[in-house]
């Protein structure tokens, strides 16, 4: 095609000036940003003019390449301003400098950065001149460079403000913690997130598409230009193809309209998720200025109030988890194979949606659910005007709701993964009035599940509240940016009363919890699809077990009570939530009960940093996850497993067996595809039991002997599955696993290497805390660790480790250097573990 030489030369320019590599962002125009920067953390107030300056001396400043969080380098406290609920990491005033080179070659170029996202209040300087702030720290946004560049170098700074806290009822992370892109362009072409491929009707036979095209002249004349879109399959081959005339003022914007056929499309699904690519090219002069790509996929939605969601006219459950964006150890720092392995664990456990909790999600996590099968609802606030902190997004809601909620849709409407939209979670507008802003951070949090009285409800008899005005408003602007796709919200007052719910503007209705009112949705919300928007709030420390294990731990009892408990841990057997909340099986009976339930997002897929509810300091991350920080499985993943994997055998026997002589132990397993369980010990059955009414697992009550003991699961006689745990004896070894033999050497990709602590014969030593020291040579360095332990103080960016019930997680990152990657854990008194890894 005509677009890919001069395509290779904009690019190969791009790399000449900004020094990055050429990974394709949000835009395929765009060269990464990310290399070779400079950072520092402000103390001076005055920093605003002298900073920015070109002519500022930044040679004492640390040299580091994006995307970057500061707050995860920090040290854990009480008295950090966040609090627990934002992970008691720090916080303050952040400063970034780049400084390069405009080549020749440039000229005449519109040239533009984009920013990913940066938390928070970036504002973003050329050459000291000030181009703007973006309070909202998930929003993308970009600014033209082109009136300030100058021949030679140049200054890009960049002041990010995360002082004011709390200001989330999450971890945050501080700094440019997404990525940041360089675009230049011809003076013609094609908007940033200019193509809006809108599926009108999609069906096996035909995919009819309506292709609107945004096409830009900043030029001082006029333009006679034409647009040819091109629909492209998997094999590069072009099915479908239209051309357009566009005559364009100077400093104008056209929208040119298309429609297109692509005929017996390959449709996009969670098992076959297919992906096309519509080409977006503009000629002047039978010259092509400007060639723009959309990755999209073709499929059929549909939302039924009574038989529930159907994707490509087949019945499917939403499956799904929420989460927040933190990746653990690397705090918000967004990296590709950090998304790809949460999403391959999620999906290996049987999850097929996630919604991206509470807000705008990086464009790395849509793009991976797309090519990996995983279905998004994607959400904008966790606040409008009434604020839930301090010092949060409410007070930038009334001049910024407008832009920020619509360059989400325009940025990310295209995403075959995308399935609803969610304009806002538990705001505060689902009640006449209800103030959050007096309590501290958790009281707010455990305030908001509990509902308000009859007097805080809309009267619908009554004309429209403000509030109900405001959910008609956010969810037409959605609407009409995007037809294509319902508008629900997370709403955890679940009364007809609710203003967002009289508003009558949602699609769909979301219940956050509140289990007791599911079986009333279709006589209050009669023709209303239905999803439970978050669901479970369960709490787990993984390997910790609370027995008796058929008595309910309700923690905290309620909002307003102290609650303490010395163990700092919540029970794995699925016996103990939160009093709004439910055990995973409970609030998995409704889904499977109920055709009308079209799905739920369990809170939450992984632990996350802060809100460590129940417990305060020194808990600084949650306990709600199905899998912990580290990305280690709870138990309570394969009860997810055996009823979301009918394709898979699913037997897990738990919990560890390593306990006191003669100590009645409750012995549990989750498992599918058989009729029941049965149960040796050392050899003798204690057993077989099938699952009660209403149950998704077996249980024994054993009185402990060590040994070994064993689960074999049978359907109709015939053996399915076995499953063992044994006693482990005294730790020896250091045993080292990584998550993948070989990685990219492009600086980036990462690989994920477990640590165990295990006996002379391979068996994990389940209670075991030895602190692991790591070591990584070669083509790879250390750039986290962690063991998943809510109450850990350890910092994130050390060596050294304590193993949290026998394991340990290291993170190495390629150098961008190909070769291999030795890395050798040692623990005081036990046999080392080394493990090789390839960057290629």
């Avoid at 060269?31 to 402000?42: A, R, Y």
């Avoid at 986290?784 to 997680?809: C, I, M, Q, T, W």
Wanted: glycine share 8%.
């Amino acid at each position: 095609m005509r677009n890919i030489l001069s395509g290779l030369i904009l690019i190969c320019l791009c790399l000449l000036w900004c020094g990055g590599c050429s990974r394709t962002g949000a835009d395929s125009r765009s060269v990464s940003f990310d290399k070779g920067w400079k950072f520092t953390l402000s103390t001076q107030p005055g920093d605003s003019t002298s900073f920015s300056s070109p002519d500022f001396d930044d040679s004492s400043w640390r040299d580091l390449d994006l995307p970057h969080d500061w707050a995860i380098e920090g040290s854990f406290s009480e008295d950090n301003p966040s609090g627990t609920g934002g992970g008691a990491l720090p916080g303050g005033v952040g400063w970034y400098r780049k400084t390069f080179t405009l080549p020749a070659s440039m000229k005449g170029k519109c040239i533009y950065v984009d920013f990913d996202g940066a938390y928070m209040n970036a504002t973003v300087y050329i050459n000291g001149h000030d181009l703007g702030t973006r309070p909202y720290g998930y929003a993308s946004f970009s600014y033209d460079l082109t009136p300030w560049l100058k021949p030679g170098e140049n200054v890009i700074a960049v002041r990010v403000d995360n002082a004011e806290q709390p200001n989330s009822r999450w971890y945050s992370g501080c700094g440019i913690y997404r990525h940041v892109w360089l675009r230049a362009l011809d003076p013609v072409h094609v908007a940033q997130w200019g193509t809006f491929v809108r599926q009108d009707s999609v069906t096996p036979d035909n995919a009819r598409l309506t292709v609107l095209t945004n096409v830009e002249n900043t030029g001082d004349k006029d333009v006679k230009a034409e647009l040819t879109t091109s629909v492209v399959d998997a094999d590069g081959k072009v099915v479908a193809s239209v051309a357009s005339p566009v005559e364009l003022s100077p400093k104008c914007k056209v929208e040119v309209v298309q429609p297109l056929d692509v005929v017996s499309p390959s449709l996009w699904s969670v098992k076959t998720p297919y992906l096309y690519t519509v080409v977006s090219e503009v000629n002047v002069d039978g010259v092509t200025v400007d060639c723009y790509e959309t990755k999209t996929g073709f499929r059929s939605l549909e939302f039924d109030a009574e038989k529930g969601f159907s994707l490509n006219g087949e019945r499917l459950k939403i499956n799904g988890v929420c989460l927040h964006h933190d990746a653990g150890a690397l705090g918000a720092v967004v990296n590709r194979a950090a998304i790809a392995r949460q999403l391959r664990i999620l999906k290996e456990m049987g999850a097929n949606a996630v919604r991206s909790s509470h807000n705008p999600p990086a464009p790395e996590l849509l793009e991976l659910c797309d090519s990996m099968g995983m279905m998004v609802m994607d959400e904008t606030f966790d606040m409008w005007r009434k604020k839930k902190t301090s010092h949060d997004y409410a007070r930038y809601f009334p001049e910024w709701h407008e832009r920020d909620l619509t360059d989400l849709v325009v940025r990310d409407r295209n995403h075959p993964s995308i399935i609803m939209w969610s304009i806002g979670n538990e705001v505060l507008e689902q009640w006449s009035d209800a103030q959050a802003d007096t309590l501290s951070l958790a009281e707010a949090n455990l305030i908001l599940n509990f509902g308000h009285g009859k007097d805080m409800l809309a009267d619908k008899e009554a004309p429209m509240s403000v509030n109900s005005l405001l959910t008609k408003k956010l969810a037409d602007m959605t609407r009409e940016l995007d037809p294509t796709r319902p508008v629900t919200a997370g709403c955890n007052e679940p009364a007809p009363g609710n203003h967002l719910f009289r508003s009558g503007a949602l699609d769909i209705i979301g219940f956050n919890y509140h289990d007791d009112w599911f079986k009333d949705v279709p006589k209050n919300f009669p023709g209303k699809p239905f999803i439970i928007t978050e669901s479970v709030s369960a709490l787990q420390t993984r390997g910790y077990y609370r027995m008796p294990s058929d008595s309910m731990y309700v923690w905290p009892e309620r909002w307003d009570k102290p609650f303490y408990d010395e163990s700092f841990a919540c029970s794995s057997y699925d016996n103990c939530h939160v009093p709004w909340g439910n055990t995973h099986e409970g609030t998995m009976r409704h889904v499977e009960d109920n055709d009308f339930i079209m799905g739920q997002f369990v809170w939450t897929g992984f632990d996350y940093l802060g809100e460590p509810t129940p417990y305060g300091w020194p808990a600084r991350s949650s306990y709600f996850g199905i899998v912990d920080l580290a990305g280690f499985p709870k138990d309570s993943y394969y009860m997810y497993q055996s009823r979301w994997r009918p394709d898979l055998d699913v037997l897990h026997l738990f919990p560890h067996w390593n306990w006191k002589e003669g100590q009645e132990i409750d012995v549990w397993a989750y498992f599918n595809n058989a009729d029941e369980v049965e149960l040796y010990l050392n050899g003798e059955s204690l057993g077989a039991k099938r699952p009660e009414e209403g149950s998704y697992h077996v249980s024994w009550r054993v009185p402990f002997v060590p040994g070994e003991l064993e689960a074999v699961s049978r359907k109709s006689g015939r053996e399915v599955k076995r499953d063992v745990v044994r006693t482990a004896s005294e730790p020896y070894a250091v045993r080292l696993t990584a998550d993948r033999s070989e990685i990219n050497a492009d600086g980036e990709d990462l690989c994920y290497i477990t640590a165990e602590i295990v006996d002379n014969k391979g068996n994990v030593c389940p209670v075991a805390d030895n602190e692991i020291e790591f070591s990584v040579e070669g083509a790879g360095k250390n750039v986290g660790v962690d063991n998943g332990s809510p109450v850990s103080l350890e910092p994130f960016k050390s060596d050294k480790r304590k193993a949290f019930n026998g394991k340990a997680l290291l993170i190495v990152q390629n150098t961008g250097k190909r070769g291999d990657i030795k890395v050798t854990a040692k623990s005081a008194g036990l046999k080392s573990g080394d493990v090789t890894v390839a960057a290629r």
